[in-house]
């Protein structure tokens, strides 16, 4: 099946630091990668949806200055958090799929970002 | 808008059957997931369904009514390692995910 990777799994940062993740397709090419957060006890909130190549559609509420997104390669796209402050952390999880209509989403192990 | 909506919360015991209901209301519709998170842990994929009827994987079973915007999601013999949140997601008519708020099953021995 499809492998998606995602580093850090677990990282703890001072406020105003900023926070690499990377999600990374393994063994497929993906054409659209996904970002979610979640926090405890709730469900995945969609952040973006990047297109390799393109810039990120963000959605709503959602500050692209702070959650900054690459998607520079099929198989990796990477989430940049700028200047973290606490209530940024979070469960943050990416997905990939191969391409547009139903393609299932291929979830990464997901990143625990606390912010101290 | 859009909504899914789903339980907070079931209990069941083990060895028995629970079933997991999915009530949606979205802008077109192109498929109903299920998938099942365990604590701490990325969601994984359980079920796609996007034409009427059940849909049989082993344990699981996922049933779809689109013209009452509802599914469920069926769990047999159930054992403790079920015990995990279970999420709905329907795919809109521009093919984004809307994903419901998840219900959380505990599974008592």
């Known amino acids: 099946g499809a492998v998606v990777s995602q580093h850090p799994s677990r990282v703890i940062c001072k406020s105003g630091t900023s926070v690499k993740i990377e999600c990374r397709s393994l063994?497929?090419?993906?054409?659209?990668m996904f970002w979610y957060r979640q926090f405890p006890k709730q469900s995945l909130m969609l952040m973006a949806t990047?297109?390799?190549?393109?810039?990120?559609?963000?959605e709503q509420g959602v500050e692209k200055d702070k959650f900054l997104i690459n998607h520079a390669s099929l198989t990796l796209s990477t989430l940049t958090v700028t200047s973290a402050h606490p209530e940024d952390s979070s469960f943050y999880i990416c997905?990939?799929?191969?391409?547009?209509?139903?393609?299932?989403?291929?979830f990464g192990p997901g990143t625990r970002l606390t912010v101290l | 808008g859009q909504n899914i909506d789903q339980p907070t919360e079931m209990t069941a015991t083990e060895g028995a059957i629970v079933q997991i209901n999915c009530t949606y209301q979205?802008?077109?519709?192109?498929?109903l997931f299920w998938y099942q998170q365990h604590a701490g842990e990325a969601p994984t994929f359980l079920s796609y369904?996007?034409l009427d009827g059940l849909e049989e994987k082993g344990r699981f079973s996922s049933f779809l009514s689109r013209s009452k915007g509802y599914s469920y999601l069926l769990l047999k013999e159930l054992q403790m390692k079920d015990s995990a949140s279970y999420l709905c997601?329907?795919?809109?008519?521009?093919?984004?995910?809307?994903w419901g708020a998840g219900t959380k099953l505990i599974i008592k021995p």
């Open positions: 997905s990939a799929s191969a391409g547009q209509g139903y393609n299932e989403q291929f």
């Open positions: 063994d497929f090419q993906a054409t659209t």
């Open positions: 990047s297109n390799e190549g393109s810039k990120a559609t963000y």
């Open positions: 979205t802008s077109g519709f192109n498929g």
């Open positions: 369904n996007v």
């Open positions: 997601a329907v795919l809109d008519s521009n093919y984004q995910l809307i």
